[in-house]
């Protein structure tokens, strides 16, 4: 079943086709893979599913219900939580923080009722940080909790937007190169996190990587875009023997003479 | 040997509530002989400084602070003919104390810089102004007024509400422009409100211009008229300690969490679920409502406003305030505005009065022009550049909460979740 469908999505910035005529199905609880070189257009994409940018024209479909002029916040009611390629962490905030932040549209109760002692808040937020913790546990931060985020070691940063993120129980997480700047073991780590959200979150996971590596192993199915076209999609295997895909990469000049 | 006995003392509960208590009663006694003394008044003024720092249950703090602003200066001001004075900059300091915690919100938490601030303090003590004196007779063609000075009690929660109403429509407007440009457009409607307020005596009459509103009801309490500065002092403290307890509450709830994702990425708190306007025009409303209901008490203490006491230099600093202390910090808020209100109503005045007996004498002569109570802006550059240069984050800084962690690592073990273990522990797939 389909959780996620693109249709032809297309963003113009002034004269700029920044994605042009784009269109996925993603799979329920799968992990797929949006490739492709730099400027090629895949955070645009994201973006677009988050409601960052509205696409210039096409239509994204969450369960069949369209995404398409709601607010980001809405966007992640909806059940879409993302990560950013540039790190974004609340970085003036603690660890936990941050989480507890993911964690936002979850909790009900209102500021008043935190004004006022109402028993339910104070219940709900003594939870919600048990919760929290349990969640730096899950990605491995819980030696950090009252750091502040802005502190932490890079690849840490990178595990708790991951955190921050899940807190908000998506039904899909789109990370945007989470692996990228990470050493081998960091990013092995990664490919396990990856791997077991998938199963332990009931999640579906599209991510943008150049880890090429990590691609092949975790995808289930890769699209591929190139200067905001999309070139190629389909299983591991069948990408990596893609003549267009290659060319893309490569150049066409070198795979002539190669 | 001299660290080490500090740090004697730093564990010892005993040690520093008696140390504490001896301070305490000797500069309380101080100022009790002294009676006109300012240094007396600050010394113990300075107990409450002392106190954040020491290592005490966090009750016993609160208390003992309490017992110190509502009991113990007032008494120990109470004999020399200096006590309305001395009373009047306490009211003066609590209700920039309030103002400055409730910009805090904006700017601190928030991150949105506003620089008209003083516009919210000015509608709630039109509020008052309009509805406690003879002036809303003018247009009201209904209601007998001034309303009986049992009605100003009434009038906090109505400047607070207007007040806040004033920042939701302020915010509606302006929080589509973020950082210089929201700074700007802030200042703006500061002067707006403003020049309104000075020039609304026609067509109808509502403000009287710049005449302003005369002869302001005092409020009364079951009958006895208020109308010294020690009585307004308790007023005001009743609403410090409700700005305090607000501030406090709200800054590690939810809604806190949620204005300091804000000012820190407003681009992931938006994909966090956080809905942006909501959340910055709730920092707008609640913190211009501590503004509103101080307004009120302006007015009523004051007997008399126009629209001069709110120009844009007020605004600034309750800024100042709030940069002085610590953006973001409650306890350095407090100070800053502590520090900023006597700096200027007891400090300097107290040195200009000295240095004018002084040339009196024929010991120096000081010209006029710079005697320090005319120099508090100069003063106030100086102290921002100095703590521009070297101490960015204000005289106490913030710092964050910490969770305890050992409790949550207890409590996470007994609670079962979809996040078992570590993925690590289980091997690659």
């Known amino acids: 079943m389909n959780i996620l469908e693109v249709k032809n999505l297309t963003k113009k910035f002034g004269g700029l086709m920044a994605t042009r005529d784009v269109s996925m199905n993603v799979e329920k609880n799968s992990i797929t893979a949006v490739i492709g070189p730099n400027g090629a257009g895949k955070t645009t994409f994201f973006n677009m599913i988050t409601a960052v940018y509205r696409p210039t024209s096409g239509d994204i479909l969450l369960n069949g219900k369209s995404l398409v002029g709601l607010k980001p916040h809405q966007v992640c009611h909806f059940g879409i939580s993302r990560t950013f390629q540039n790190i974004r962490l609340f970085n003036e905030q603690t660890v936990i923080e941050n989480v507890l932040v993911g964690m936002h549209q979850r909790l009900k109760g209102h500021w008043i009722g935190t004004l006022l002692h109402f028993p339910e808040v104070t219940r709900e937020e003594e939870a919600a940080k048990v919760e929290a913790y349990k969640i730096l546990q899950y990605v491995g931060l819980e030696e950090f909790v009252n750091e502040s985020a802005g502190n932490l070691p890079y690849g840490a940063q990178r595990r708790l937007e991951i955190g921050r993120a899940i807190a908000a129980k998506p039904k899909i997480l789109l990370l945007d190169e989470p692996a990228a700047g990470m050493n081998p073991k960091e990013t092995r780590q990664l490919t396990d996190l990856i791997h077991d959200m998938r199963h332990r979150l009931d999640v579906t996971i599209i991510l943008i990587e150049h880890d090429m590596k990590l691609v092949m192993k975790i995808s289930d199915y890769l699209y591929v875009l190139d200067h905001g076209e999309l070139i190629a999609e389909g299983k591991p295997d069948e990408i990596r023997n893609n003549q267009r895909v290659i060319e893309a990469y490569l150049g066409k000049e070198a795979t002539q003479r190669g | ?429």
């Not at chain 2, 949105?112 to 809303?136: K, N």
């Not at chain 2, 709200?250 to 204005?259: I, N, P």
């Not at chain 2, 844009?312 to 808020?333: A, C, D, N, R, W």
């Not at chain 2, 007996?357 to 320090?372: F, R, T, Y």
């Open chain 2, 1 to 429: 040997m001299i660290k080490n006995a500090f740090h004697k003392f730093a564990d010892s509960t005993k040690a520093q509530i008696i140390f504490f208590a001896a301070y305490v009663l000797i500069t309380a006694f101080g100022l009790f002989l002294l009676s006109d003394s300012v240094i007396a008044f600050l010394v113990l003024l300075l107990s409450i400084l002392i106190l954040y720092y020491l290592k005490l249950n966090v009750r016993i703090k609160w208390a003992l602070g309490l017992l110190i602003i509502a009991v113990l200066v007032p008494f120990a001001a109470s004999q020399g003919s200096s006590y309305q004075s001395f009373m009047d900059v306490g009211t003066l300091v609590l209700i920039y104390v309030a103002m400055a915690l409730g910009l805090n919100i904006v700017v601190g938490f928030a991150g949105l810089l506003d620089l008209g601030f003083i516009a919210f303090f000015a509608v709630g003590a039109y509020t008052y102004g309009i509805f406690g004196s003879t002036q809303a007779n003018k247009f009201m063609p209904f209601g007998h007024f001034p309303v009986p000075g049992d009605a100003f009690w009434l009038f906090i929660p109505i400047g607070a509400i207007i007040a806040a109403v004033f920042g939701i429509l302020l915010g509606i407007p302006v929080l589509r422009v973020r950082g210089d440009y929201l700074a700007i457009v802030t200042l703006g409607f500061g002067e707006i409100i403003r020049i309104v307020f000075n020039n609304m005596d026609h067509p109808i009459n509502i403000t009287n211009g710049s005449m302003g509103i005369p002869s302001i009801e005092p409020p009364s309490f079951f009958g006895i008229p208020i109308g010294q500065p020690s009585q307004f002092y308790y007023i005001a403290l009743v609403i410090f300690m409700l700005a305090i307890y607000v501030a406090t509450r709200l800054e590690h709830s939810k809604l806190g969490r949620a204005w300091k994702a804000v000012r820190d990425n407003e681009i992931a708190a938006q994909a966090s679920g956080i809905p942006l306007v909501k959340t910055k025009l709730a920092a707008f409303a609640i913190g211009a409502s501590f503004s509103g209901m101080m307004g009120s008490v302006f007015a009523a203490k004051q007997m008399y406003i126009d629209a001069s006491s709110f120009t844009y230099l007020e605004s600034t600093i309750v800024l100042v305030m709030v940069i002085l202390g610590g953006m973001g910090s409650i306890p350095g808020v407090i100070l800053g505005a502590a520090v900023v209100i006597i700096l200027n109503n007891q400090v300097l005045t107290s040195l200009s009065t000295w240095l004018t007996q002084l040339s009196a004498s024929g010991v120096v002569s000081v010209p006029d022009a710079l005697s320090p109570a005319k120099m508090q802006r100069f003063i106030f550059g100086i102290l921002l550049v100095v703590f521009a240069l070297y101490r960015t984050k204000g005289l106490i800084p913030y710092k964050n909460k910490k969770v305890d962690a050992a409790h949550l690592k207890a409590e996470a073990a007994v609670k079962t979740s979809q996040y078992e273990e570590h993925p690590e522990a289980e091997g690659t797939h």
